[in-house]
């Protein structure tokens, strides 16, 4: 499974961006796909999952209704909308592919990151 994550960008603080994580791959539609950051500085940090199906979803208190997991699985696409942003979002964001959705790093295949700027 291949991932391409895109979408990060320059934005003021209170506003939205929306990231993609465009999946490739036979299987790659039953995979759980996870969101995670990092920041200059700090180790990388869980941001949500969703499950295969898209009937499951968790988020880190953090993005708790700030942020949204979705998928398209006839587009083989994972999207993080991202509302409400505020400058400690700043990070590099990295999507992931695993067999099971879970909070911990334990993915089997990472895509690139993409970066997110709030600026103040």
């Known amino acids: 499974v291949q991932l391409q994550a895109s979408g990060g960008g320059l934005v003021q603080a209170g506003g939205s961006l929306r990231l993609s994580c465009a999946a490739s791959?036979?299987?790659?539609?039953?995979?759980?796909i996870g969101w995670f950051r990092q920041a200059p500085g700090k180790e990388r940090e869980f941001v949500a999952v969703i499950n295969w199906s898209g009937g499951n979803t968790v988020y880190a208190d953090s993005v708790k209704g700030r942020f949204t997991i979705s998928r398209e699985n006839a587009r083989n696409t994972v999207y993080l909308q991202m509302n409400s942003l505020k400058p400690e979002d700043t990070a590099v964001y990295y999507c992931a592919a695993g067999i099971y959705p879970t909070a911990t790093d334990k993915y089997s295949y990472w895509g690139q990151g993409t970066l997110v700027t709030v600026s103040s």
């Open positions: 791959g036979r299987t790659s539609s039953r995979y759980a």
